[in-house]
């Protein structure tokens, strides 16, 4: 039992030091134009710049689909970097669930 409870307060140990890791990751996403995210590895939105041509109330709509475009791209680059840092850091170490 005692040897279960340190392997649990390993594996958060190790959870959160690569969540810190993580939350120092910051990377833009431009991919729709006139839209710029900051997001952190830990998929925590830093910051949404837009366009004032965005502004318009005739592209309410757009801007609408658009941004949640931009947001779903910035998750998903978020995401592929954060899977590459668990690679790097050796991922956690789950045991049962890893060999």
Same mark, same amino acid.
């Given at each position: 039992?005692?040897?279960?409870?340190?392997?649990l307060?390993?594996?958060?140990t =190790?959870?959160?030091?690569?969540?810190?890791?993580?939350e120092?990751?910051v990377?833009?996403?431009?991919?729709?134009?006139?839209?710029?995210?900051?997001?952190?590895g830990?998929?925590?939105?830093q910051? #949404?710049? #837009?366009?004032? $041509?965005?502004?318009d109330p005739? =592209?309410k $709509?757009?801007?609408q689909?658009?941004l #949640?475009?931009a947001?779903?791209?910035?998750?998903?680059? $978020?995401?592929k970097?954060?899977?590459?840092?668990?690679?790097? $850091?050796?991922?956690?170490?789950?045991?049962?669930l890893?060999?």
């Amino acid at each position: 039992m005692f040897d279960q409870m340190k392997k649990l307060m390993e594996l958060k140990t =190790q959870a959160d030091k690569l969540k810190k890791e993580l939350e120092k990751i910051v990377m833009e996403c431009t991919d729709v134009r006139g839209i710029k995210i900051r997001i952190n590895g830990a998929q925590m939105i830093q910051a #949404v710049e #837009v366009e004032d $041509s965005w502004l318009d109330p005739k =592209q309410k $709509s757009r801007f609408q689909t658009e941004l #949640v475009r931009a947001l779903n791209t910035a998750t998903l680059k $978020s995401q592929k970097q954060a899977a590459m840092q668990m690679q790097k $850091s050796g991922g956690l170490n789950i045991p049962g669930l890893t060999g």
